[in-house]
């Protein structure tokens, strides 16, 4: 059984997207955190993570947080669903490769960007410009992040970018490449379940 503890409009929309894509048979467990940029929300004593944050995937009696750890535990749990690349398999270096690099590269790049310090400090600039070069390097190439096939990176990267996207460079080849990819379907089954919980699991949580 899987459970996602999911908080609409935060990170964990990226893992109902990847969820939908593989096309698993799972439970959403809507909770509230605390929201950084506004101010809002508090720590949800109903989430299992255990700095209250969003994602969380409980996977029967194993919990499994971090997005990019995620990612790989779904994609290895769902080898048919061909959105990861399994043990042994040509593309494994670049697909582990890539999704740690969304996490310990891209989003504090991306961060220096927002919070300003690529501005200022250089490490910040350079770190921010080898992001942006890394990844549109790859989208020339093309269609997807990791070449022909669409996989859990493109998942954890696009949300990322279409989340952030003014704060990427004007990049004809990042807008197609998020045209693309969010004109798949799982992506609008996801958009549709990130936002309101529905009312019955709403009623069946509160119970
Ligand atoms: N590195 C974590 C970051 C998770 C994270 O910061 N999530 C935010 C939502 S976008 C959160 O839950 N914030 C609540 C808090 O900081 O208390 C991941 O990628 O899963």
């Given at each position: 059984?899987l ?7 935060s ?15 799972y ?5 509230d955190i605390y ?7 508090a720590?949800d004593s ?8 969003v ?6 009696d194993a919990?499994?947080t971090?997005?990019a750890?995620?990612a790989?535990?779904?994609t290895?749990l ?6 990861g690349?399994?043990v ?5 270096a ?11 590269e ?11 310090t690529?501005e ?6 350079k ?45 004809d080849?990042i807008?197609a ?7 798949r379907?799982?992506?609008?089954r996801?958009?549709?379940?990130d936002?309101?919980?529905p ?5 069946a949580?509160a119970?």
């Amino acid at each position: 059984m899987l459970t996602l503890f999911h908080a609409p409009w935060s990170r964990s929309g990226r893992i109902v997207w990847l969820m939908e894509e593989i096309g698993a048979d799972y439970d959403i467990r809507y909770v509230d955190i605390y929201r950084a940029m506004s101010g809002t929300g508090a720590r949800d004593s109903a989430n299992l993570h255990p700095d209250g944050k969003v994602p969380a995937l409980l996977h029967d009696d194993a919990l499994v947080t971090e997005s990019a750890a995620i990612a790989l535990y779904l994609t290895d749990l769902h080898p048919n669903a061909n959105l990861g690349a399994p043990v042994g398999s040509p593309e494994r270096a670049a697909y582990v490769t890539w999704l740690a690099w969304t996490a310990g590269e891209m989003e504090p790049a991306f961060w220096g960007k927002i919070n300003g310090t690529a501005e200022t400090d250089p490490d910040a600039k350079k770190r921010y410009d080898a992001s942006v070069a890394r990844l549109l390097g790859a989208l020339e190439k093309g269609p997807y992040l990791m070449g022909e096939r669409f996989t859990a990176v493109d998942v954890m990267i696009a949300s990322a970018l279409a989340w952030g996207r003014e704060y990427v460079p004007e990049s004809d080849l990042i807008d197609a490449y998020l045209e693309r990819v969010s004109a798949r379907p799982a992506n609008a089954r996801a958009t549709e379940k990130d936002g309101t919980p529905p009312a019955e699991a709403v009623a069946a949580q509160a119970a």
